[in-house]
Each structure stands twice: as structure tokens, then as C-alpha cells.
């Protein structure tokens, strides 16, 4: 990471680089969402749109990640910690996948006609 | 004592305590925002009412996602200033981040205040309105009345509660919530109505006490003897209660000395307590009390204090009315008219939505008949436009490309309405945030509609309760609100309180500073999922 003077003096211009960047995406996510020109997909908001603006929205959250809370620059016990985060907060998003477990909707689980 | 790693990095990690301890903090943090947006997908993948997409006003989300930004930027520059040792250059880095901090919560502050202000209703028939309710009063002959202009009255309410014409009064002792009890008494005494009690109240804590008098018949109702009344009650209440306790024991005693050996469940019938006999030692306990209103008076009531009927009600805290329910309709300046809900509720029932909505109660109206009429002309115009750029799929079975969305179709937006009204549509700036009833220009544009009770399903301000969006909107930016509060004390901290520190080991704080800057750089990212998700999807 930088660390010395000299090199955080350096680095400010990327930071501020960086920061641009962001501005600039978040000018493009606005213009997809409203302009109807730009519109991707089918009229108005679909699968296409999401994708798109989900998509955007994880760059710059990468970027804010990698450069100014210096991710891209670390060490090993940060990444184990922040994966581990990251894990654990993904299967909380993936637990909706047990909304199938409904017996009625999803016979996948839990098959009623094995039951004797 | 000295604490340890504060500056130098420890050997297994590498890194000064602080950060490690940050990130295991910002982990948890991951997993605490991934269970809640995961709560956000399920809300609307499983939304059984048309989810309410794309319609925030955009610009305070822009904005803030600017300042945050910005101050992400600001942030990481008061740390480098610290690692080349410069304090005021510093001090100014860190003190723009934190003014972006005040920003954004003022703009989330005018956000929640438009929500909170505006009044949506769905009626039975699930066409839903969105506006300001009105003022209204009560005549002297306890008429409901609108009022019209800028200036209203002291007892002027807003035209969406409950009037209830009340001749009696049941209170109930162990329940009654002393604010609702305030409130009757005001509202009596405003309209010159005695709420005075029917019948003496009195009685013994226990047969050996003394007789104690709490109140007398004709007695105003007051809250301090309505709690006496409850201790007196609860008293005799236990004293009973321990009676007939004592009574059943004795009998289980006999019943097993003259039974040896026989099951409980075999003797429990024969278990008796004779209430007859038991009476002379209880004590009469009541737990209501009675109240007549002279002369009889229409009480005002929330909608969320009262459950009403045609001839009684009931406070939440279990007090009864008795009399007769007023015409009370609730009156707004309408300012969106949705179809949406209903349009899916036709479909689901495998009825055509476009002769359901022309059908519906509200269409009945010529001047809501016109607006749909206009409304419909302005749809079919965008379907012509959207043909004409983006062609047909099928022009034989009449299938676009393109088509208006379910929102285009069934919904009129209060811009809309402005622009049906007076040919201009209001910009994005116009409408900050929401349709604005205190512009002229704009206000009559929205029309005005009376409800009457009994066609509204379910009536709300744009909180939590009005649906699971704007539930999960709350909770989601709320909880990110509090992070940016808490963020922004912490960097205050390092900004006033810090000096010292500085000049006695510089590294230290400069350390501090980028543990607070990673939590501050981590709320920002939050934002940058919630930005798109809440405003843009």
C-alpha cells in the first residue's frame, strides 16, 4: 500500500482519477434509467435495464473497494476477513432460494408422492 | 498503559490492530446489508400488488449519490494530507466530508417529509389515489364541513378521520390509555359536552376492608379516578381470584383422601367449585366503567385509533362508543390516480382490465371520466411513437415491438396530470421532491375527491404501512442514514478533539483517520447499491 509520503502524494491523482470515474458512471446509470433512447431491452424497465444498472453499480463499488479503501493493495488477513464477509452475506441473499422448499410450488425438496 | 500496535504492524498480520479490528467490523457489516437486501428481492419477487417501480423522485437520490461520492474523495485526501503531515490541509478535507455528511441527511430529511405528508387511499375496488387531504371542520350542528383557502380554524382537521356522533361511553378499567382519555375530555369540553359517569363507583378491596367511594354518579370523567377505579378493581379482582384458587385446592385435597390411588384426570370432573356457595366471600368486581356524553357530541378521531361501525366503535385501548357514525368522508387534492392494482386484480379474475377501470367507482366522475379519456389519448400516442421508432414484431396479429409499460398505462402521474392540465410538463427540479400542492400552478391541477368511508380499504401516509416497498425503503435507507450519522460523529471527532494527538504522534492518527475513512468509504458504497436499486428499478 502507499504508505510513504511521496507515494500517498502520488497517489492522489488516481484518487481523485477515480473519483471522476465514479461521477461519470453515475451520470450513465441515471441517463439508461430515464432517458428512453438509451432504453436497453423492451420499453421501460425489465431484466435488461437491472442487469445493466446492477452492473454499474458493482464497478464502482469495486473501484471504492480496490483504490480508496486500498483493497487493490493489502494484506492476506484482510482479504480472508472480507471474503469471509462476503460468503456469509451472499448465502444470506441465496436463502431466498429455500422460498422453493414450498411444497406445492416446488416438488424438487420434497415429494409428497414418496411418502407412504 | 501503552497500547499495542497502533502505529507499527504486528508480525503475524501484517497490519496495526485498528484495521483488522475494521474490517472484521465492516464483515459483519457485509452480512448485515446482504440479509436485508435480500429481504428486498424476496418483497419483490413475491410482491402480490404491483411493485412500485421507478417511482421515487430521482433527483435527491442524484444528488446525494453525488455528495457521497464526493465525500469519499474528501475523506481518503484528509488522510494522505495527515500522511504528509499537513493539518490544515487536513482540517479542510476533513471538514467538506463532513459538511457532505449534514447534506446528505437534510436531503433524506426533505425526502421522508414529502413521504410522510402524502396521502394515498385504495378504495375497494382497488383503484388507488395518491394526494393532500384537506382540512375540514364540524359545524354546530356537528356537520362535516371542508374548509376551502389558506387559513383554517384551530379545531380544522385533516379531512381523514373518524367523526363519531357518541352518547355513551364504556371504558374499560385494566385497559384504558390515558392520552385517548385526554382526548375525549378536550374534545368535550371544546364542543361544551359533559362526559359525566352513569353509575356511583365503589366497593371493598375485600370483604374485611372498608367500603371506599371512588367516584359518584354524574362525576366528570377524569383520568386520576379512573386509575383508583383500577386499583380498587384489580384488588378485587385478585382477592377473588385467590378465593376460588384456595376453594379448588381444598377440594382437590378431599377429592384425593377420599379417592386414593385414582388418576387426576379421572377425578377432575368431579372437581367442582360451587360458585353459589363460594359468592359471599368474593366482592363484586367490574372492570368497565360507563360514561354518558350530555348532550350527546361527535367525537374526531385518527383512523388508526378506531375501529368503527354504524352504530358503535372501539378505541384501540378497548373503549366503546355507542351512538351513530357520521358522514366523515376523506377529501384530497388528487395528484395520481393508479390502475395498476386493479388492472392486475382484472387480469387474475380473466376479466379485460381496460372495461374494469372504465367501470370502476372513481371513472363514474365526468371530471375523472375526462382525465381517464385524456390519459388514454396521451397512451395511444405513445404507442404510435414507439411504433414508429421501433417498428412491429407482428404487424399482422398487431404485435409491437415496443409497447407502454403497465405504469404508462394505468397510472396518471401528478407530472402527468400537471401536463393534461396546462400542456407543460413540470421538470425533474419542479418536482424535488413530489408533486408540490403550495405551487399555484400546479395545485390546480390536481382535483379535488371525496370518499366516503366506507369505500376505503386501506388509507395511509407513504410509511411502512402503506406497503412492503416503502417498508423495506425505510428500513434500508434509514438504517444507512444512522450509518452516515455515525460516520460523521466519529470524523467530527478526529476533526475537533484530534490536535493533541497530532502533535504527540501523528501516525497514530493518521491510522485512526483511515480506519474511520474505510467505514465512511463502505456507507458510500452501500449507497451505490441503494441509489439504483430504490430510484432507477
Not at chain 1, 436497453?40 to 424497465?45: A, L
Given at each position: 500500500m502507499a504508505d510513504s509520503p511521496e507515494a500517498v502524494k502520488k497517489a492522489q491523482k488516481l484518487y481523485l482519477l477515480i473519483g471522476a470515474i465514479l461521477f461519470v458512471f453515475t451520470v450513465v446509470t441515471l441517463l439508461v434509467a430515464t432517458v428512453p433512447a438509451l432504453d436497453?431491452?423492451?420499453?421501460?424497465?425489465d431484466l435488461a435495464d437491472m442487469t445493466i444498472g446492477l452492473l454499474i453499480a458493482s464497478l464502482k463499488a469495486g473501484l471504492v473497494a480496490a483504490i480508496f479503501m486500498h483493497l487493490s493493495n493489502e494484506k492476506r488477513t484482510i482479504y480472508v476477513l472480507i471474503s469471509l464477509g462476503i460468503v456469509f452475506g451472499l448465502a444470506m441473499i441465496l436463502l431466498i432460494w429455500f422460498a422453493y422448499a414450498d411444497p406445492i410450488e416446488f416438488k424438487g425438496f420434497y415429494d409428497i408422492g414418496n411418502l407412504k | 498503559m501503552e497500547i499495542p500496535y497502533t502505529v507499527t504492524a504486528r508480525k503475524?498480520?501484517?497490519?496495526?490492530?485498528s484495521k483488522v479490528g475494521i474490517w472484521l467490523f465492516l464483515a459483519s457489516e457485509v452480512m448485515l446489508f446482504g440479509g436485508l437486501f435480500s429481504g428486498y428481492i424476496f418483497l419483490r419477487i413475491y410482491a402480490d400488488y404491483p411493485w412500485p417501480e421507478r417511482t421515487l423522485p430521482v433527483l435527491p437520490g442524484l444528488i446525494n449519490t453525488f455528495v457521497l461520492i464526493g465525500s469519499s474523495v474528501t475523506v481518503v485526501f484528509a488522510w494522505a494530507a495527515l500522511k504528509m503531515r499537513q493539518w490544515r490541509r487536513f482540517q479542510v478535507f476533513m471538514g467538506i466530508t463532513i459538511a457532505c455528511a449534514a447534506i446528505f441527511m437534510v436531503l433524506k430529511g426533505i425526502e421522508y417529509t414529502a413521504k410522510w405528508g402524502h396521502q394515498a387511499v385504495r378504495m375497494d375496488d382497488y383503484a388507488i389515489v395518491e394526494g393532500h387531504t384537506h382540512k375540514a371542520e364540524l359545524d354546530d350542528h356537528g356537520h362535516f364541513h371542508v374548509i376551502h383557502g389558506k387559513k383554517y380554524p384551530d379545531h380544522a382537521f385533516p379531512a381523514n378521520r373518524i367523526v363519531f356522533e357518541t352518547n355513551e361511553i364504556q371504558i374499560d378499567l385494566t385497559r384504558f390509555y390515558a392520552p385517548y382519555m385526554k382526548e375525549l375530555i378536550e374534545q368535550a369540553e371544546e364542543r361544551g359536552s359533559k362526559i359525566l359517569l352513569a353509575d356511583t363507583i365503589a366497593g371493598k378491596?375485600?370483604?374485611?376492608?372498608d367500603e371506599k367511594t371512588v367516584a359518584m354518579a354524574g362525576e366528570e370523567l377524569a383520568v386520576g379516578f379512573l386509575k383508583d377505579a383500577r386499583e380498587l378493581f384489580l384488588d378485587a379482582r385478585a382477592h377473588n381470584a385467590g378465593v376460588r384458587t384456595d376453594e379448588l385446592r381444598r377440594l382437590w385435597r378431599v377429592a384425593k383422601k377420599n379417592n386414593p390411588g385414582e388418576p387426576a384426570y379421572l377425578l377432575a370432573s368431579s372437581v367442582q367449585v360451587d360458585d353459589a356457595a363460594l359468592a359471599p366471600r368474593l366482592v363484586p368486581a367490574t372492570g368497565t366503567v360507563k360514561f354518558n356524553v350530555q348532550p350527546p357530541m361527535p367525537f374526531v378521531f385518527k383512523r388508526s385509533w378506531i375501529r368503527e361501525s354504524e352504530e358503535s366503535a372501539r378505541l384501540k385501548d378497548d373503549t366503546i362508543l355507542r351512538g351513530k357514525l357520521q358522514e366523515c368522508p376523506l377529501v384530497m387534492g388528487v395528484d395520481a390516480i393508479d390502475f395498476r392494482y386493479m388492472a392486475q386484480k382484472a387480469e387474475a379474475a380473466g376479466k379485460e382490465p381496460m372495461s374494469v377501470i372504465a367501470n370502476s367507482w372513481l371513472l363514474q366522475k365526468p371530471e375523472y371520466k375526462e382525465l381517464w379519456k385524456q390519459h388514454l389519448e396521451s397512451v395511444e400516442k405513445l404507442e404510435q411513437k414507439l411504433i414508429d421508432s421501433h417498428?412491429?414484431?407482428?404487424e399482422a396479429r398487431g404485435i409491437a415491438n415496443r409497447v407502454p409499460t403497465d405504469t404508462e398505462r394505468y397510472r396518471i402521474g401528478w407530472k402527468d396530470l400537471v401536463e393534461y392540465k396546462t400542456g407543460e410538463r413540470p421538470s425533474m427540479v419542479q418536482g424535488f421532491a413530489g408533486p408540490?400542492?403550495?405551487?399555484e400552478e400546479f395545485a390546480k391541477a390536481f382535483p379535488e375527491l371525496e370518499i366516503p368511508n366506507e369505500k376505503i380499504s386501506l388509507q395511509s401516509k407513504f410509511t411502512p404501512k402503506w406497503n412492503t416497498y416503502y417498508a423495506i425503503y425505510f428500513t434500508l435507507t434509514g438504517l444507512h442514514g444512522l450509518h452516515v450519522i455515525g460516520g460523521a460523529i466519529v470524523l467530527a471527532y478526529y476533526l475537533f478533539f484530534s490536535k493533541g494527538l497530532y502533535l504527540r504522534n501523528p501516525e497514530w492518527l493518521a491510522n485512526r483517520v483511515e480506519v474511520g475513512g474505510l467505514f465512511w468509504h463502505f456507507v458510500d458504497l452501500v449507497w451505490i447499491f441503494l441509489f439504483p436499486i430504490l430510484y432507477l428499478m
Open positions: 436497453v431491452g423492451r420499453h421501460g424497465f | 503475524d498480520t501484517g497490519l496495526f490492530n378491596r375485600n370483604p374485611k376492608a417498428g412491429w414484431k407482428d408540490s400542492h403550495k405551487k
